[in-house]
């Protein structure tokens, strides 16, 4: 596609409950990213994907929190026995792909804002 | 510790007139600078980036950045502004010497600037 897509682009859910959060990356990019922006906050790294395999997790909040992408390329965030305090927009972004330098850019997507009630 | 500080909440100008929106950083080592922005309900957009050379850097939509080392800063910069660049504006640094943490951006709170006719 164009650009990176997340589905779906909103999602209400009651405290306790699972929910899964989909991100199409572009085509052909091998590093993919999430991150998460609570109102009126900047982005906060989650975790970071090169290929199918998580290169960087620690910015999970909790082992409630889990994401994979197991044919290196669409990535689902999991999350478990959501809490209110979930409720945020959560980012998906794609790079081509992730030298030892880190310079790519990082394209986003438009973002999965979830609320819990 | 990696961060970012962008010290204005708001940024008010008037259409026409020169805009600087405010970023200064602080790595461990070089820094990767990045600007994007964001418009209401949609997700971040790239504008420019500082990896390395000249100090000024040109982006998207007229807008540059100046990468000054010295005042750890990377302040975004427009000659002259339009109503329609009205949007909320991130800055982010990425350590160039990180080991695995060096697919995550650190993103600065942004900065709603406000372009009036």
């Known amino acids: 596609g164009a650009g990176v897509s997340q589905t779906p682009s909103n999602k209400v859910t009651e405290k306790g409950k699972y929910v899964e959060l989909r991100c199409d990356p572009i085509?052909?990019?091998?590093?993919l990213y999430w991150y998460r922006q609570s109102l009126g906050q900047g982005p906060e790294f989650l975790i970071y994907?090169?290929?199918?395999?998580?290169?960087?997790d620690s910015g999970l909040p909790n082992d409630r929190f889990f994401a994979v992408r197991p044919e290196g390329s669409v990535s689902t965030l999991k999350i478990q026995r959501t809490e209110r305090g979930d409720s945020a927009v959560y980012l998906c972004?794609?790079?081509?792909?992730?030298?030892?330098?880190?310079?790519?850019?990082?394209?986003f997507g438009p973002g999965t804002r979830l609320l819990v009630l | 510790a990696q961060s970012v500080a962008q010290p204005e909440d708001q940024v008010n100008v008037a259409e026409g007139n020169p805009l600087t929106v405010k970023c200064t950083y602080s790595v461990s080592g070089n820094p990767y600078l990045f600007w994007y922005v964001q418009y209401p309900n949609r997700g971040l957009q790239f504008l420019l980036k500082y990896i390395t050379g000249d100090n000024l850097v040109k982006g998207s939509y007229g807008f540059e950045a100046e990468f000054n080392k010295s005042q750890t800063s990377f302040h975004l910069k427009k000659p002259s502004a339009l109503v329609s660049d009205s949007a909320l504006y991130f800055c982010a640094v990425r350590d160039q010497g990180r080991g695995s943490t060096l697919g995550r951006l650190y993103f600065g709170r942004g900065t709603q600037l406000t372009v009036w006719p």
């Open positions: 972004a794609s790079s081509p792909k992730q030298n030892p330098g880190g310079q790519e850019t990082q394209y």
């Open positions: 994907f090169q290929g199918t395999g998580a290169a960087d």
């Open positions: 085509s052909g990019h091998t590093a």
